[in-house]
């Protein structure tokens, strides 16, 4: 990693990265970290509201969101992992553009500018943006041989009222196919996971996410890769059917695929074991 | 979807009704909040059709669409669908009037809560309650804090049991939240309609 420039981004991880999946967030650092791309924790982050707020009550949803762009530099993009963080921190922005009485009251009551330009972006933009040619050089795992459905679940790219913003469509796919894995068709990509619901009413959500890993059996897949942290569990803990695969965080594969070593820390936290798998196709001793 | 079965109860019994005894409050309220006119729905369906959890709701989402334009408020108030709703937005991405239902449903759940109607799932709603409280006391959501403290609330001790367990030995579900240390900005933000009322 030497002549490669680095880039400075501002990173905010959210209340799932942070806990239920330190996998993705350790493996995220770490191929960021690989590619040069600089990732900065935002300082005393906050939830970014969730579903919850969203639910029970609009400022509240709206004051969460704000409070992390407040604590935002300006100068660098803001960067999330978590489809539905980087939601609603883009929802709060465009309401805030909408209304600037409570993007002045707001940044009164915090003392802190909460800047209308500031870009809010995946993880995965940043990668088309600026890591492909770095994925190149930095290859040290071909994924040869590994066929992968690329789950994207619902957030990445529905929200009708950012559909404005870039659509992530078949990126997954690019990095991955880059790296010398082979992308599988005629699964179900995007299908909810059932998000809250598996909390609450997990005898409803089991035969979709069923149905979701069952198609990836039947288009002979060996394993999805998720882009949503949320998927990833939803898919792991509420899978009934005799064939599981192995559910991977985007960020896992693409680690690995950089040469990282310690994903023995990340596989242990899977329901379903994927070490075998990558031990048969020789990707890991 | 070819595999999946069958739906019974896709369109349940209506009760009779006049249209035009009726004021339709909760329409004006609903387009205005929203941001969404749906007059241009033409009933095609194809928000229910291709909504994942259709089966468990008491009615399509097209229905509650027409049941708001019938004027029937308490009914839509009361109704499952909107809390069945995962906001997945799937509904909205194939309508083919471009509505954003999935907008609508939302407005509706904020609506519902405000006007303090009985909630159709109730269960759904003591979650969203113990996320918000968590992350009122941490800044934070606690994953492990919440699931026991939705537990306490529902007394479904046993129900589902085995996950948690997998979940905690896999280390998923920290003990110690983590926490927001200018915690009095998330307590001022708490100074809000959910937890003081109008």
């Known amino acids: 990693m030497s002549a490669q420039q680095h880039l400075d981004f501002s990173y905010f991880p959210g209340c799932s990265m942070a806990t239920t999946a330190a996998e993705s967030n350790a493996s995220m650092m770490k191929a960021a970290r690989i590619l040069g791309l600089n990732l900065i924790e935002l300082e005393d982050w906050n939830c970014c509201g969730s579903s919850s707020a969203q639910t029970l009550c609009e400022n509240l949803a709206l004051g969460m969101a704000a409070r992390n762009l407040s604590l935002a530099p300006a100068g660098r993009p803001l960067v999330a992992m978590c489809p539905r963080c980087l939601h609603y921190l883009r929802h709060a922005q465009a309401c805030l553009r909408k209304d600037p009485e409570i993007h002045r009251e707001l940044e009164e009551r915090w003392a802190r500018p909460i800047p209308l330009d500031l870009e809010i972006i995946h993880f995965l933009e940043v990668l088309v943006r600026y890591g492909l040619d770095r994925l190149k050089s930095n290859v040290k795992r071909s994924l040869k041989g590994l066929r992968f459905v690329p789950y994207y679940g619902c957030t990445v790219f529905r929200p009708p009222d950012l559909e404005r913003d870039k659509y992530f469509q078949g990126e997954m796919e690019h990095v991955l196919t880059v790296l010398g894995a082979e992308s599988v068709v005629g699964a179900y990509t995007h299908r909810c996971c059932g998000s809250f619901l598996s909390a609450t009413d997990p005898e409803l959500v089991a035969p979709l996410v069923n149905e979701i890993v069952d198609s990836s059996v039947m288009a002979k897949a060996h394993c999805l890769v998720t882009a949503c942290a949320m998927c990833q569990l939803n898919l792991e803990i509420r899978c009934s059917s005799q064939v599981k695969l192995p559910i991977f965080h985007f960020s896992e594969i693409l680690a690995l695929a950089l040469g990282a070593e310690d994903y023995e820390d990340w596989f242990v936290r899977h329901l379903v074991d994927p070490r075998p798998l990558l031990q048969e196709l020789a990707l890991v001793a | ?198």
């Open chain 2, 1 to 198: 979807m070819s595999q999946t079965q069958p739906k019974e109860k896709i369109d349940p019994p209506m009760p009779a009704i006049t249209p035009g005894e009726r004021n339709r409050t909760l329409l004006a309220e609903v387009k205005e909040r929203s941001g969404t006119n749906f007059s241009r729905c033409y009933q095609c369906r194809a928000c229910g059709n291709g909504c994942p959890f259709v089966q468990a709701m008491d009615y399509p989402p097209n229905v509650v669409l027409r049941m708001l334009q019938y004027g029937l408020d308490r009914e839509v108030m009361e109704c499952k669908t909107i809390w069945i709703c995962a906001g997945c937005h799937t509904c909205s991405s194939q309508c083919p009037m471009a509505i954003d239902i999935a907008g609508v449903m939302g407005t509706l759940r904020l609506l519902a809560v405000e006007r303090g109607v009985a909630i159709a799932k109730p269960n759904i709603l003591d979650f969203h309650e113990e996320v918000l409280r968590s992350v009122e006391r941490y800044g934070r959501a606690h994953k492990l804090g919440i699931m026991w403290r939705y537990k306490l609330q529902t007394r479904r001790w046993f129900s589902d049991m085995d996950t948690g367990l997998k979940m905690l030995a896999k280390r998923k579900l920290e003990l110690r939240p983590s926490r927001v240390k200018a915690i009095k900005e998330i307590e001022d933000l708490f100074k809000c309609y959910w937890r003081e009322g109008k």
